[in-house]
């Protein structure tokens, strides 16, 4: 997989978080009302990142800064017919080592149990509970998770 780092909202990008929305509105019934600004994630202080494989988009993923300490993941997403290859833990590792190489100290998330294979890959990765944060706090199913990053 290719990953380069372009804007979020970069057409390519865009055609996913459109599938990961109707993804939302088919667990949820509704899509994910949580607005992102592109400038969040536009360094220093994010990035957002697109995988592809022969040419075609196959993960996604960025990260914001949300003080001097931490950086929050958001948008990961593998489309179904491109999931088992290893590609979002790929994406991970890569949203991780721009974050730390930004100063960030901590990766956090928020993901719901509905996502059995988000929290799965997460787990696997070292990720832990933390108390609840940001736009779904407090929402049902919710889970809020943190990794720390390695210092330099």
């Not at 960030?104 to 609840?132: C, F, K, M, Q």
Request: with cysteine.
């Amino acid at each position: 997989m290719e990953i380069t780092e372009l804007p979020c909202d970069h057409p390519d990008v865009l055609a996913l978080v459109h599938r990961l929305q109707a993804e939302y509105v088919r667990i949820f019934g509704a899509p994910d009302t949580d607005r992102t600004d592109p400038a969040q994630f536009a360094p220093p202080a994010g990035a957002f990142l697109l995988g592809r494989a022969g040419g075609e988009p196959v993960a996604m993923g960025g990260w914001r800064r949300l003080d001097a300490e931490r950086a929050e993941l958001k948008r990961m997403y593998v489309p179904d017919e491109h999931r088992g290859r290893g590609y979002a833990r790929e994406l991970l590792h890569r949203l991780e080592a721009s974050a730390a190489a930004a100063g960030a100290r901590r990766v956090v998330l928020e993901t719901n149990v509905r996502h059995p294979a988000a929290l799965g890959l997460y787990r696997s990765e070292s990720y832990y509970d933390i108390p609840d944060f940001g736009a779904h706090a407090g929402t049902p199913g919710t889970r809020s998770l943190a990794h720390d990053l390695p210092r330099s």
